[in-house]
């Protein structure tokens, strides 16, 4: 089946910092690739939608110079959140699609602690 | 875009029967029905789909009403493995089958807890 990771799976920074997250089609091209956060006993929030080779599409209210998103290839894209704070701490989870199939799959997510 | 309601959590007993409804009163003639589930701390994972017909996988059941404005996802014998969110969601976004542009925005949904 469909798989998607992300690395790391878990990552813990110091405020003022950046923190890259890859995610990756392991055995898929990936067309569109979403980036959802999830803060503790919520629900998923899409953050951005993403092409390859093209800009990133923001949800209203998601800083876009904050979370910088590159899709720079068909199977891996990179969520860069800059000058972490505390607050961002959460659950990032990527998305990709199958640009085949169009059905969507999703990486284990990745842990971001601010400290 | 269509949205859904599912009640907040349900208890199960292993080996039963778990029936999960949806509600989607204003779901469009071109939108499918999906089924994720998330365990804690994981990505969601993907169930099942389906348009108009009841649809079933190894994973599970889906049932559509005839008016498309609920369904239920029914795992036939249920374990404590499956104790997670189960998410039901109405996919959006424009195109015809499949849609090229659809994203999948995710409500509260259901926590199933199975009992021993």
């Known amino acids: 089946g469909a798989v998607v990771s992300q690395h790391p799976s878990w990552v813990i920074c110091k405020s003022g910092t950046s923190v890259k997250i890859e995610c990756r089609s392991l055995d898929f091209q990936a067309t569109t690739m979403f980036w959802y956060r999830q803060f503790p006993k919520q629900s998923l929030m899409l953050m951005a939608t993403?092409?390859?080779?093209?800009?990133?599409?923001?949800e209203q209210g998601v800083e876009k110079d904050k979370f910088l998103i590159n899709h720079a290839s068909l199977t891996l894209s990179t969520l860069t959140v800059t000058s972490a704070h505390p607050e961002d701490s959460s659950f990032y989870i990527c998305?990709?699609?199958?640009?085949?199939?169009?059905?969507?799959?999703f990486g284990p997510g990745t842990r971001l602690t601010v400290t | 875009d269509a949205k859904t309601t599912q009640p907040t959590s349900m208890d199960c007993a292993e080996g039963r029967a778990a029936n999960l409804p949806c509600n989607h009163s204003t779901i469009s003639g071109n939108e499918y029905v999906y089924w994720y589930r998330q365990i804690h701390s994981q990505g969601p994972q993907y169930i099942i789909h389906?348009?108009?017909n009841n649809e079933t996988n190894e994973m599970a059941s889906l049932i559509i009403t005839e008016d498309r404005k609920s369904s239920t996802l029914i795992l036939p014998h249920a374990t404590l493995r499956d104790t997670a969110v189960y998410y039901c969601?109405?996919?959006?976004?424009?195109?015809?089958?499949?849609?090229?542009?659809?994203?999948?925005?995710f409500g509260k949904g259901t926590l199933l807890t199975v009992n021993p």
């Open positions: 969601i109405v996919r959006v976004g424009g195109g015809n089958s499949g849609g090229s542009n659809y994203k999948l925005t």
């Open positions: 993403s092409n390859e080779g093209s800009k990133a599409t923001y």
């Open positions: 389906g348009l108009k």
């Open positions: 998305s990709a699609r199958d640009g085949r199939l169009y059905e969507q799959y």
